[in-house]
């Protein structure tokens, strides 16, 4: 077997123990889940969700094109452990060879309740299947998401929120090799209560601090702003749906080359019953 074969054996052997891994956290978190919670029932949420232009932090992935995320919510019997598997897609060609299944397992909970600081957390890894792209081609990724809120406080509806994600290549390849980096997002969400709606609507307002994302060409500072207006409507006992409207100002052009960029998010969620 010479150098080449040798490194190629390598690389296969490496992609399949990651896999591996992952196949093996995700049984292990649904037989703690088992465990925990034999009574009760396995939560299932499907979501279909359309945004006017596909925004990934701060970036136009999809160009001027919008796209289609069609999501399983897996909740693994209120253990706060479960798994979304989502379906993207571009609205119209051009993109095609950007659709993919995104794979994420999570965890969520709450630390110091019936206190000012409660704090709730959501730690998440997501894998990135560019399914019509070979591995050479594609940026597959994984995406390794933090995020925290603090409901209680500032004591005046506002709740501060900060988000971390990490990206890295999930395979060796040399044209993505050097995409990791870090990407930092801090914002303020408020429940706004209008007489006349059902439900409030909900503001948020975040900054972002890209910190290496991309590669080495990209820049290490505050990238954009986005400002956004959303609400629940709710259609029927398990039927929900979320309209919202959001602006962004870049302040970083190797992000977009678009100053101000207005797009709208539709999502319908079905909640089986249990």
């Avoid at 992609?15 to 029932?41: D, Q, Y």
């Avoid at 999809?62 to 919510?73: E, H, P």
Wanted: aromatic share 14%.
């Amino acid at each position: 077997m010479n150098r080449t074969e040798i490194e190629k054996f390598k690389r296969k052997e490496l992609k399949v123990n990651k896999t591996r891994t992952v196949l093996i956290v995700v049984l292990l978190l649904c037989t703690v889940c088992v465990a925990k919670g034999e009574e009760k029932k396995l939560g299932v949420t499907l979501d279909l969700t359309y945004m006017s232009k596909y925004m990934s932090k701060g970036g136009e992935s999809y160009g001027q094109q919008g796209a289609l995320f069609k999501t399983v919510d897996l909740d693994f019997w209120g253990s706060g452990f479960g798994l979304k598997v989502t379906h993207q897609e571009p609205t119209s060609s051009g993109y095609v060879g950007k659709s993919r299944f995104n794979y994420r397992p999570y965890y969520k909970n709450k630390l110091f309740k019936d206190t000012p600081y409660v704090m709730k957390y959501d730690l998440s890894v997501q894998y990135e299947h560019y399914y019509r792209l070979g591995n050479n081609n594609a940026n597959t990724t994984w995406e390794w998401k933090f995020a925290f809120s603090w409901p209680k406080l500032l004591g005046c509806g506002l709740v501060p929120k900060y988000i971390a994600y990490y990206e890295t290549p999930a395979h060796n390849n040399v044209k993505f090799r050097n995409k990791a980096g870090w990407h930092h997002s801090f914002g303020f969400l408020y429940n706004l209560e209008v007489p006349e709606l059902p439900n409030p609507l909900t503001l948020s307002a975040f900054i972002d601090y890209r910190d290496g994302l991309g590669g080495p060409t990209k820049d290490h500072d505050w990238s954009h702003a986005t400002l956004g207006l959303s609400t629940k409507v709710k259609l029927s006992d398990n039927l929900t749906f979320v309209p919202g409207i959001y602006h962004q100002i870049t302040m970083d052009k190797s992000i977009s080359s678009r100053k101000d960029i207005t797009y709208a998010k539709l999502s319908m969620k079905y909640k089986f019953p249990k």
